[in-house]
């Protein structure tokens, strides 16, 4: 099987001749990768290790150059400052994109909102580069999912913007300022979607989604507010995607298992990820509860056996889950996140020589 076929087997509910492989990592550990492996970049890992997805870049960005202000910080996207930081030292380090201060944070009314100067435009992206973004996929299963700052989303886009702590507060205090700023962000998010599936005139097999609603011990917002709240444009993506025959991958971390019924029932093809050690995310419950309508994508924790565990535990982990969730396909093999600075070479080693081991049907 190529890995496009695998993917679409398990996709279907089919056992493939292997569970499909994935590899979801940060700069970091793949320069320890490459290093000690003797490869030449992102590409030859995926090569090393026979991985079945390769995720495309999308669109350019040729708009406006990006402010940068007088403190350092650089504008994304949606006009947020942000800086470089480092967490941890040594080997160790990993660097990640710090807002400064949410732009939105003192905005008191819809009109603030709407008056905003700094909302991103479709117009401008190049999408005439996804084509030739997918035919360089060759035969592996192409995903789009976009960095932080494009990817389809509401909620993410939507603290950046405002504030974590403030966009809580709106939800109960002043809900029509939340609304007004994720319609916004739909708005561009659905129309940036549709463009960019256009162009790729189906070279695109999955589109990925991405906002996180859990924590490790419950939701970031209770259910109904998440139903009432971010529901309708978590849906419309989906119809987005499927009116192109796409089917549709969505990642958030945490305990989310009281609204998986309810992303099914909104067309969810593909969750990522089995997040494990967070309320409710037990695999085996999982599988079982849902594992006949739904296809679950990454389950090996980055937060215990992979960076502090040894080779071993690594494996006996991958075990495990291969047990419980590869019978009757629906399962592709991955990390539930990336894959941090604080993990040795040997255990990405151990993880991916076991997915062969007890991923093979």
Known sequence: MTSLERALTSLRHEQPDRVPVDYWSTGEIDAKLCAALGLANRKA???????????????????????????????????????????????????????????????????????????????????????????????????FMGDRLNRIAQFKPAQYLRGMERVMIDLIESPEIFRAIVERIGRFCGEYLRRILAAADGGIDVVVTGDDF????????????????????????????????????????????????DMIDDGLDVLNPIQPGAKGMDHTELKAEFGDRLVFHGGVSIQTNLPRGKPDDVRQEVGALMQTMEPGGGFWACTAHNIQADTSVENVVAMFEAYREFGRY
């Open 214 to 261: 859990g924590m490790q011990e419950g939701m970031l917002v209770a259910p109904p507010v998440w139903r009432e709240f971010l529901e309708p444009g978590f849906g419309r993506f989906i119809e987005i995607a499927h009116e192109f025959g796409v089917p549709v991958m969505h990642h958030t971390c945490g305990s989310v298992r009281p609204i998986i019924a």
């Open 45 to 143: 890992i995926l090569d090393h290790f026979d991985v079945d997805f390769v995720y495309i870049e999308g669109p350019a960005y040729v708009g406006e150059e990006l402010v940068t202000r007088e403190d350092g910080s650089r504008e994304d996207l949606w006009g947020v400052p942000r800086v470089t930081a480092t967490a941890g030292a040594g080997e160790r380090a990993q660097r990640y994109s710090h807002v400064v201060q949410p732009p939105l944070a003192e905005a008191t009314s819809v009109a603030d909102i709407e008056d905003y100067p700094k909302w991103p435009d479709p117009d401008w992206f190049d999408y005439s580069v996804i084509g030739q973004q997918c035919a360089d996929a060759g035969e592996r299963c192409v995903m």
